[in-house]
């Protein structure tokens, strides 16, 4: 393998995209999650709602923070590692960023500083309002990004003019099939992100026999919310697999390690492939299941990677590999959810710890199974940066030096691991602490003085509450 | 259509350098207060700070957008300063969450990042000013002057520049917020920065005539462009006043009419390159369905709404941040 400055910048863009991935897909979750428990306080009055929010606020601050921050160098990486795809692919993808842009992160960078500072200045219902901005913020990213991410998937609505993709059809581009089972995908993805880490916290304080009515709370609300959305999403991802089965032939192929045409197909379900023998090593293999969940046919022929030129085949293993990491965590977060919920439906008490530990260690599952579909969507898109039409090699900004990425890809892993293992440890330290009564109780009414005082009330009590 | 969105990322940027300029100058000032007074400084842009950065963003994907060829251009450039950059703004916004969070001993780390981040991110946005204003070397529109081909004493002194004019900013918006020392403090930086920053301007104003003759041309054909410096100059003497009449609101307003002025000397001197000398707005503009389509939701909707809502926000946190006496 040779260190070009191509495949260091599609080593970096990956290293940083994939950095970033991990806060929005929480954050996304843990912003409707935030809207829900001020409604039911607003509504019921009962503290342990106010106290929950209170507590996944200031995490929601952190990985927030981490968020923005990690996002914002994407948002340049696109000019500065692939000018030739941003001066080509500019008037298509540039909109849908401005927009991305406008209507999510002016709307949630402003808000978040209201949902942080602002509760002793708006009254409840404004500051409801705002944390409905914040969620709806981080939705429209993920919007805008899908809507991106799919039309470099399945180019439609442009035509070339001197190798510029001119738009044409700027519905078709938004309201694109494919947009419309991969925005619900990640959307369900980022719900039952937060949805397992609020279940995960409650069960670990229920191990701990700490917090029992926070920790029951999240419990149920986690799990009960997981168990409903995760037949969704194994739905979703059907048809997901379904327009990369019709639109990327190439992807599916290497998803499935089907090297030659088959008819009736088999299903890989593990095996070991070898790119360059264009076989697989070792594999499980069941007859015509291929067929079967590839056309809902027992006959249907399947097209396998040796029908393609080689220069225009996606890597093997890590589409593979990563795919089938991410429905073995779907289906492990299938079994602790509907499990997890007919115990606490049954009120069932023997297996109880069992069952709060499998919840517990769940958490990592939502991450690994995002990243792992990512994994396989962007890779399985290769050698394509916009599928079929532009190479990555010829994305890549041609005056680049390997000197220069080696550089920028160290700053960047010095400063993400440094950040990364605070902001770890400081969530840690939170949830640790739990959701305590603040010491200095917060001020409900706008117009007490001393509250409007605060330049940072729940900073300054966060801060109280730990020293 | 090419006339709206040079005009509207015109304000976007003047937008994100008087607003993150503010933020960034605080960050600056930052290493020069002692312990209680940086609490107090923070408080006075921390509502706001997050805001305020997504205007670069939003100048970004503006530019990607609108000129997708001077985004290409730009921003491959420029790789390795804007590398350092974004490291710079992600230390400095992690510090805002991370600084109390951090257990005592371990605070400098973040107190260091927050400082040392606003004030590298700033030098490297005046010293692209900089390179812009001298020349990149371009061909065919595209940049060819190698990973380091950015650099001139011109653009580094560009940089010191701004490190001051945002310095300027920062204690210009102190006095607004904040009381007692911290206020003295920034009263006391005013007068010195605002002499700082007028040399600064008028010395890079001189050294750039003298680097582009037909810059000087332009500026001998139509004097009337020289109602920007002009402005400028009023606006600093009314500052000066300001300060000595301790005028808390005037100097802020004061002196993002200095930066705009700035800007438009800038703007105006350029008009009608985006590269100077080497890529024009026509040129660079992307295809007019591009343009339509931003302009009928982004541009015409969008925006004004989004500057509604930061209005807003910013009403919300008016007025000053006051000693609570946690200590």
């Known amino acids: 393998m040779v260190w070009t400055a191509l495949l260091l910048s599609r080593v970096q863009f990956a290293f940083t995209v994939s950095f970033h991935i991990i806060f929005p897909s929480f954050t996304i979750g843990l912003a409707a999650w935030l809207t829900v428990l001020e409604a039911c306080h607003l509504v019921t009055r009962k503290p342990v709602y106010r106290r929950l929010f209170e507590f996944w606020l200031k995490i929601f601050g952190i990985t927030f923070g981490l968020g923005v921050v990690s996002g914002i160098v994407l948002a340049f990486e696109f000019g500065m590692n692939w000018s030739r795809l941003s001066e080509v692919t500019g008037p298509i993808q540039g909109p849908l960023l401005t927009y991305e842009s406008f209507t999510a992160f002016a709307l949630e960078a402003s808000f978040f500083g209201v949902l942080i500072f602002g509760r002793p200045r708006v009254p409840p219902v404004v500051y409801l309002l705002s944390t409905m901005m914040v969620a709806l913020g981080t939705t429209f990213s993920a919007f805008w990004i899908m809507v991106n991410n799919s039309w470099m998937q399945v180019p439609v609505g442009y035509a070339l003019e001197n190798g510029v ?16 089972v991969r925005f619900p995908h990640m959307l369900v993805a980022a719900y039952l992100t937060g949805a397992f880490c609020v279940a995960a916290t409650g069960a670990w304080y229920r191990l701990n026999g700490k917090f029992a009515a926070e920790g029951r709370l999240m419990l149920q609300m986690g799990l009960f919310l997981a168990a409903l959305l995760i037949p969704i999403q194994l739905f979703l991802g059907h048809l997901n697999g379904d327009y990369v089965h019709d639109r990327q032939p190439a992807k599916f192929a290497a998803i499935e390690g089907r090297w030659h045409d ?12 070898d790119e360059a023998a264009e076989k697989n090593q070792f594999e499980l293999k069941v007859p015509y299941l291929g067929s079967l969940i590839a056309s809902m046919r027992l006959d249907s022929k399947e097209i396998g990677l040796t029908s393609f030129a080689k220069q225009d085949r996606p890597p093997v293993i890590i589409p593979f590999f990563a795919f089938r990491l991410m429905v073995g965590c779907g289906l492990l977060m299938m079994a602790v959810a509907w499990l997890g919920s007919l115990y606490l439906m049954t009120g069932r008490k023997k297996g109880e710890t069992l069952l709060l530990w499998a919840t517990f260690l769940s958490f990592p599952l939502p991450f690994i199974a995002t990243l792992t579909g990512w994994f396989t969507a962007e890779v399985g898109r290769q050698p394509w940066s916009v599928y079929r039409v532009l190479r990555t090699a010829d994305a890549v900004t041609p005056t680049l030096t390997v000197g220069a990425v080696i550089a920028s890809l160290i700053i960047f892993v010095v400063v993400y691991l440094i950040i990364f293992s605070f902001g770890t440890l400081y969530v840690y330290r939170l949830l640790k602490a739990g959701p305590i009564e603040a010491s200095h109780p917060l001020p409900d009414n706008p117009k007490r003085p001393l509250a409007v005082a605060g330049g940072s009330p729940v900073a300054e009590i966060a801060q109280r509450s730990r020293t | 259509m090419i006339l709206f969105w040079a005009a509207l990322l015109a304000v976007t940027i003047l937008l994100y350098v008087l607003l993150d300029g503010f933020d960034l100058g605080v960050g600056i000032l930052f290493a020069l207060a002692s312990d209680s007074n940086r609490r107090k400084m923070l408080a006075a842009i921390s509502p706001v700070w997050d805001g305020n950065e997504t205007w670069l963003v939003v100048t970004g994907t503006v530019l990607f957008g609108a000129f997708p060829a001077v985004y290409a251009a730009l921003l491959s450039a420029f790789y390795l300063p804007l590398v350092v950059m974004l490291c710079a703004l992600i230390l400095r916004g992690v510090a805002f969450e991370f600084r109390h969070k951090a257990l005592p001993g371990f605070r400098w780390i973040w107190d260091l990042g927050f400082t040392g981040g606003s004030l590298v991110a700033t030098f490297i946005q005046g010293m692209t000013v900089g390179a812009l204003v001298e020349g990149l070397p371009m061909k065919d529109g595209h940049y060819v002057g ?21 310095s300027l900013l920062g204690a210009s918006w102190l006095v607004r917020k904040c009381e007692g020392p911290v206020r003295e403090r920034a009263y006391q930086l005013l007068p010195v920065l605002t002499i700082g920053v007028l040399a600064f301007l008028a010395t890079a104003f001189v050294l750039a005539l003298s680097m582009h003759l037909s810059l000087m041309n332009r500026w001998l054909e139509r004097p009337y462009l020289l109602i920007f410096p002009l402005i400028g100059a009023i606006a600093s003497i009314s500052l000066l006043k300001s300060v000595q009449r301790r005028d808390d609101l005037a100097p802020f307003r004061y002196v993002a009419l200095i930066f705009t002025a700035a800007f438009g000397t800038l703007a105006c001197s350029f008009w009608p390159y985006m590269i100077p000398f080497a890529v024009t707005v026509e040129q660079a503009a992307s295809p007019k369905e591009s343009l339509t389509f931003m302009f009928w939701g982004a541009g015409l909707f969008v925006m004004p709404l989004t500057l509604a809502y930061t209005l807003v926000v910013y009403r919300l946190f008016r007025g000053r941040v006051l000693d609570i006496g946690y200590d």
């Open chain 1, 165 to 180: 993709f001119v738009p044409t059809d700027w519905k078709a581009i938004i309201f694109s099939p494919v947009v419309w």
């Open chain 1, 262 to 273: 088959e008819q009736p197909a088999g299903e890989v379900f593990i095996a070991i492939p």
């Open chain 2, 146 to 166: 190698g990973t380091f081909g950015w650099f001139s004493p011109f653009a580094a002194l560009c940089g010191l520049g701004l490190v001051l004019g945002y």
